[in-house]
């Protein structure tokens, strides 16, 4: 379990920013943002919030690499009119009557305008077909509660029947919490789907963003065939406050970094976001067979 | 108030941990260590025994009783090669047939440089892919902690029975009184809010049985029998249909809206 406490509050209009987009996934009218400028956090730079925008959530001058909602995520990364949406209608429900959870449910919904901290469905990267899911960090930091555990299960479960690789991209904070031990369930039943997809004999590239923490990790992010992610991507089990707290140190600068888990061995390769599209691509289609 | 002594009595130091089981339950007990990638993680016992005479692979998370023992279990968290021992266990029980007793005790996976260097995460990932589809019986027994990734670990069962004054939480109630409400001592609170008891996991489907601890002299009488009744029902189902089954038990947990 990763403590929210860890991910500071977005800086900046620009991580809660997406392409606006109606159910039916045509884009509407973009938004003015509250603030024209941000501070990049990787070079301190004031940058104009339309050119970061512009470029895919990635700093012009230093490649910082911004969240990207779920929803923009996909649409930019799938040949133009492939994506069609799966699982839309699942909706969180608070089971345990939990303190707060039905008003931070209202609220991530308005928020990030999504109904559930992940976006799935089938969509073709270059031409090659294949089943998506993407997680989205302004929804309760990207936790997963049963629904997050549902639609990535039903992800691998479609995947296995209709032969497709799944491409996923992973970011939370870990179990949720106010789901009690359901929550933690999820990791099992996610796991056991994704081994099934795997015994199938198909493909699951991951593709883990910053953060991707906790339960998350702890379960279908780590289970890729394929394990990429973006650069500077925070990827841990425990985060580093809470790791901080057990062994009362200092972490070092970069550690549990995408670029630490590379060189520790636990990463296939980083990939940057403009190149990502390239790669997928280029995966997807060296591991298709031949008609 | 109820979850939060419960949890306080879970958390003893004078309760029967993993090894206490393992020399009640077992005989003829071979310990085996290591997980031949790094090192050996003393927070974990795995071997084998013979339950009522019949062979099982055995892997508890042992804590200790005493401060000495307790330092050197690592209070019963395991490292990467802890959760990677167990996995070799529970391959060599699928080579050789012989069910799974995973006795589960901790407050959670260890939380330290050297665990997330070596990948605690892709360790219980991995558990938790593998054990899905064991194809011999697993059968989890919570006799304490339950604390999240770290128990779920050893714990992807075709039946999880708890004792009665267990838990099995997806985070400990100081954590998640101190993330959600910035005060630790809310913990009382965060207990009752966080279903952790045996009798509402029971009602969530995610506990099958529990196990009463009136009189421990009668418990060590008909723990074993209990055990390796269920064990010997498991066993007569195919690899497959265990496999199988597993998957059913998880598929179904889950509550939302559609």
């Known amino acids: 379990m990763l403590k929210r406490a860890n991910f500071k509050p977005s800086r900046n209009t620009l991580e809660n920013f997406g392409i606006a987009t109606a159910a039916n996934g045509t884009p509407e009218q973009p938004q003015i943002p509250d603030r024209l400028c941000v501070k990049c956090p990787g070079c301190g730079k004031m940058l104009f919030t339309i050119d970061v925008q512009k470029n895919d959530n990635v700093c012009p001058e230093c490649s910082y690499h911004f969240k990207m909602p779920a929803r923009k995520r996909l649409l930019s990364l799938c040949d133009e009119q492939s994506f069609t949406e799966w699982d839309s209608t699942l909706y969180s429900k608070d089971f345990l009557s939990f303190p707060g959870y039905k008003v931070k449910l209202k609220s991530s919904r308005l928020n990030s305008r999504e109904n559930e901290a992940v976006i799935s469905g089938y969509g073709k990267i270059s031409g090659s077909p294949c089943a998506l899911f993407a997680m989205d960090g302004r929804f309760m930091m990207g936790s997963m509660g049963c629904v997050v555990g549902e639609k990535i299960t039903r992800v691998f479960e479609r995947a296995t029947q209709q032969h497709l690789p799944v491409v996923g991209f992973t970011l939370s904070g870990g179990a949720r919490m106010q789901e009690g031990t359901l929550s933690l369930m999820q990791m099992a039943k996610t796991s056991g789907a994704v081994k099934r997809h795997s015994d199938a004999g198909l493909l699951y590239i991951t593709i883990l963003t910053n953060p991707t923490t906790g339960g998350v990790t702890a379960s279908f992010a780590m289970e890729g065939d394929i394990l990429l992610a973006e650069p500077g991507a925070l990827i841990a089990f425990a985060g580093p406050r809470v790791i901080e707290q057990t062994i009362r140190q200092k972490l070092p600068k970069g550690f549990q970094s995408a670029e630490f888990l590379l060189e520790k061995g636990f990463l296939d390769d980083i990939v940057a976001r403009k190149d990502m599209r390239h790669t997928l691509s280029h995966l997807l289609k060296l591991h298709e067979k031949e008609a | ?258």
């Not at chain 2, 099995?168 to 101190?178: L, R, T």
């Open chain 2, 1 to 258: 108030m109820e979850a939060y002594k419960k949890l306080q009595l879970a958390r003893k130091s004078n309760r029967p941990t993993g090894l206490d089981y393992i020399n009640h339950i077992l005989t003829d007990f071979f310990e085996m260590h290591g997980d031949r990638r790094f090192a050996d993680d003393s927070a974990i016992v795995a071997g084998i025994g013979r339950l009522c005479g019949q062979p099982i692979t055995v892997i508890a998370q042992e804590k200790g009783h005493t401060m000495k023992e307790r330092t050197y279990r690592n209070f019963g968290s395991a490292h990467p090669e802890g959760y990677r021992k167990a996995l070799r266990q529970m391959k060599l029980a699928e080579k050789f047939g012989r069910p799974v007793l995973c006795i589960v005790d901790t407050a959670g996976a260890y939380c330290g440089t050297g665990a997330e260097e070596r990948g605690q995460g892709e360790a219980i990932a991995e558990n938790l892919s593998e054990m899905m589809t064991l194809q011999v019986p697993i059968l989890s027994l919570f006799i304490g902690e339950g604390g999240s990734g770290g128990a779920l670990g050893l714990a992807v069962a075709n039946e999880v029975w708890m004792m009665e004054n267990a838990v099995y939480s997806v985070i400990s109630p100081e954590g998640c009184a101190s993330i959600l409400w910035k005060d630790p001592h809310k913990v009382r609170e965060a207990s009752d809010s966080l279903h952790i008891c045996p009798e509402d996991l029971k009602l969530l489907g995610v506990v099958e049985r529990i196990l009463p601890e009136n009189d421990w002299e009668q418990l060590w009488q008909d723990l074993p029998l209990l055990l390796h009744q269920k064990l010997v029902e498991l066993s007569n189902l195919s690899g497959s249909e265990l496999s199988e089954s597993r998957y059913r038990r998880f598929r179904k947990m889950g509550v939302y809206g559609e």
